[in-house]
């Protein structure tokens, strides 16, 4: 059993990480400054694992709460999951996710390195491949990193900092190894029914579309229908966020000694908007209102994965591959959860 540092517990991916690793059973302290983040998901989780789980309220770029808690802690790796997320967000508040997601980072990793830590476990984003051109899909690892939004560049320079930080330990004989995950668009809700996905305001393009569909939305916006596609939308790659958050473990597992490595983590198929809206009506039964609206700012025509590397590296293979499998997860537990963890 290993005790595991998760920032950003509280969050929709965060919240199943810390699910998944005490499942394994590890020990969890979540950080979380609970901006965005629920604290229903980490007091279920607390009352499922009886202590087992701390739940630490404050920012990983406060460096003397993060020196405070690992110090406190026998903490033996980190997940690291808190940021700022949304691409049309982070055009028109640029300075705002440099500082949570850079600035952060660099003081979560400083008080790492000062603590000992050599395991780290970066969320990264397929944002950081930027808008490529269709024949350069399915994109690897070694494809162009051109971001075209703030966010993807704090990804990528999230990746760059701590590749810089593994070779300069390496230079002088410590141990460092930290895994850079690229997921794409994350969707679903945990196969048990007791997380989701409840953000505010969502952005998503699967849950608002569960939404429009029962009428408890307004029509979903199709932003931008003259993408260079077949049917002019936008085209994206998804994972289910249980699939997601295996590949995080089986990384953990396999984080050892001196390395730097970088994995794609999606379903490797592509769909477009209009394709995603058609899925959700066939499973909820329910046809999608929906309008025409222009493009969001940094948005890319089309990204999808090849994943074949974590496959083969991490022994990973998504549980749940198909679209319709996906967006039924996602829309049983709304079903259950009308007012989301407030229900």
């Known amino acids: 059993m290993e005790h595991i540092l998760v920032t950003g517990g509280a969050g929709y991916i965060g919240s199943h990480a810390v699910k998944a690793l005490l499942a394994a059973g590890h020990r969890v302290t979540a950080l979380d400054d609970f901006r965005r983040g629920h604290m229903s998901p980490l007091e279920l989780l607390s009352a499922g694992y009886p202590g087992r789980l701390d739940?630490?309220?404050?920012?990983?770029?406060?460096?003397?709460?993060?020196?405070?808690?690992?110090?406190n802690h026998d903490i033996s790796a980190v997940m690291h999951f808190a940021a700022l997320a949304y691409v049309a967000e982070s055009v028109d508040k640029p300075?705002?996710?440099?500082q949570c997601n850079v600035t952060g980072l660099i003081a979560l990793l400083a008080e790492c390195a000062r603590a000992g830590i050599t395991r780290f476990i970066f969320s990264s984003s397929c944002s950081v491949y930027g808008d490529l051109p269709r024949d350069a899909m399915p994109v690897t690892e070694d494809s162009p990193r051109l971001p075209v939004s703030p966010y993807g560049w704090t990804k990528l320079m999230g990746e760059q900092l701590l590749a810089a930080h593994a070779h300069a330990e390496h230079r002088t004989g410590r141990d460092f190894a930290c895994t850079f995950l690229r997921y794409f668009n994350v969707a679903g809700a945990d196969s048990d029914g007791v997380l989701g996905e409840d953000h505010n305001p969502e952005?998503?393009?699967?849950?608002?579309?569960?939404?429009?569909?029962?009428?408890?939305?307004p029509a979903i916006d199709i932003c931008g229908t003259d993408f260079p596609t077949p049917d002019g939308t936008a085209v994206r790659d998804?994972?289910?966020?249980?699939?997601?958050?295996?590949?995080?473990?089986?990384?953990?597992?396999?984080?050892?000694?001196?390395?730097?490595?970088r994995y794609n983590i999606a379903i490797g198929k592509p769909y477009s908007v209009r394709e995603v809206l058609e899925a959700v009506a066939r499973v909820t039964g329910k046809p999608v209102p929906s309008n025409t609206a222009p493009r969001r700012p940094g948005d890319p025509a089309v990204v999808y994965a090849d994943a074949s590397l974590a496959k083969r590296e991490l022994s990973w293979s998504p549980r749940h591959s198909a679209l319709d499998d996906i967006v039924a997860s996602a829309f049983h537990w709304f079903e259950a959860h009308a007012d989301g963890y407030r229900s």
């Open 238 to 261: 998804f994972i289910h966020v249980e699939d997601l958050v295996d590949a995080h473990l089986l990384a953990l597992e396999r984080a050892q000694g001196r390395q730097v490595k």
């Open 203 to 217: 952005t998503h393009l699967i849950p608002r579309a569960i939404f429009a569909a029962l009428g408890r939305a």
């Open 95 to 98: 300075i705002e996710y440099f």
């Open 55 to 71: 739940v630490v309220e404050g920012a990983v770029a406060d460096a003397d709460l993060v020196r405070t808690v690992l110090s």
